[in-house]
């Protein structure tokens, strides 16, 4: 029976050469030269007993076969960097490092004060605050990049694990002297047209606000996007348009009157904060101990 060996030394070879598509380019990144490269996929394809590329004058490219192992040295190669990532996370809470990513509004508004009373207590701990939307977070918690991650939109990410720790309200505010703002009734199909405000694609905040606006009928207007919160309250003060923005970060511009909330219920959006982890990650004295923190922030629902 024909003996099949495959050392992961020979899978890289395969791997790295189905990418680029060249020997060329797979010689130099691999620092090994053409025809030793050469010779070691093929004789990866004697022992397999098929051929994994064809030859072509411009480059390699897949055979069925080649395709098939492909999916699988994807598959192999992305485990080996999660368990170098796991490994990297373990030496670093050893030693005392707390790596968080969070989405706009709670790492702008509710994280900073949070980190300065965790590092009163905890003055040796190195900490680092990756700030990115909902979709950057989640997929930094479940590539390992963070060890906790906090949202403020939905959880689309398989195989993260969510609970809820604050609540959070989002606005729709206008500027001081804004024309919807002097009239007598202001229903929701006044903002028909109306020049919007809003988050980038990706952005919790936007999907949530998007999926408002879809379930009342508004037909859109114009829309600005902007990376972060900052700039659209810039936006709003400035006279750009309509935005919906967290109560947390415009109590100044409420209480000064430089910005006015529209009058409308029904437009404003309840939202949880939550924290995200992976559900088998190991932990630490210091990541507990900050969880143990943010319980400490934990709010009562609200009845309605």
């Known amino acids: ?57 411009r480059g390699m490219r897949l055979t069925h076969a080649g395709e098939v192992l492909r999916d699988y040295a994807d598959r192999l190669f992305e485990i080996a960097r999660t368990a170098e990532s796991e490994m990297r996370a373990i030496a670093e809470a050893r030693k005392g490092a707390l790596t968080l990513g969070a989405s706009n509004t709670i790492g702008t508004y509710v994280l900073p004060r949070l980190l300065a009373h965790f590092r009163r207590d905890n003055p040796d701990v190195r900490i680092s605050l990756f700030v990115g939307n909902t979709a950057q977070i989640s997929q930094g918690v479940a590539d390992m990049r963070f060890a906790l991650g906090f949202i403020e939109g939905p959880l689309h990410t398989d195989g993260l694990v969510a609970e809820r720790f604050q609540d959070d309200e989002l606005l729709p505010v206008v500027a001081a002297g804004h024309p919807l703002l002097s009239r007598k009734r202001l229903g929701i199909d006044s903002l028909d047209g109306e020049p919007l405000l809003v988050r980038e694609a990706g952005s919790g905040t936007r999907e949530l606000l998007m999926d408002m606006l879809q379930v009342h009928q508004v037909k859109l207007g114009s829309m600005m996007e902007f990376g972060n919160t900052e700039a659209i309250k810039q936006a709003a003060i400035n006279g750009g348009g309509i935005a919906w923005l967290p109560r947390i970060s415009m109590a100044r511009e409420l209480e000064s009157g430089v910005l006015f909330t529209l009058p409308v219920k029904s437009l404003v959006i309840n939202r949880p904060f939550r924290v995200i982890r992976r559900p088998r990650a190991h932990s630490s004295a210091v990541i507990d101990s900050f969880l143990a923190l943010l319980s400490l922030q934990k709010q009562p629902k609200k009845s309605d």
């Open 1 to 57: 029976m024909h003996k099949m060996h495959m050392n992961l030394h020979h899978l890289s070879v395969f791997h790295t050469i189905a990418i680029t598509g060249s020997i060329t380019a797979s010689s130099q990144q691999l620092h090994i030269s053409q025809p030793a490269l050469s010779h070691e996929l093929k004789n990866l394809e004697d022992r397999l007993g098929v051929a994994l590329f064809e030859r072509l004058p």
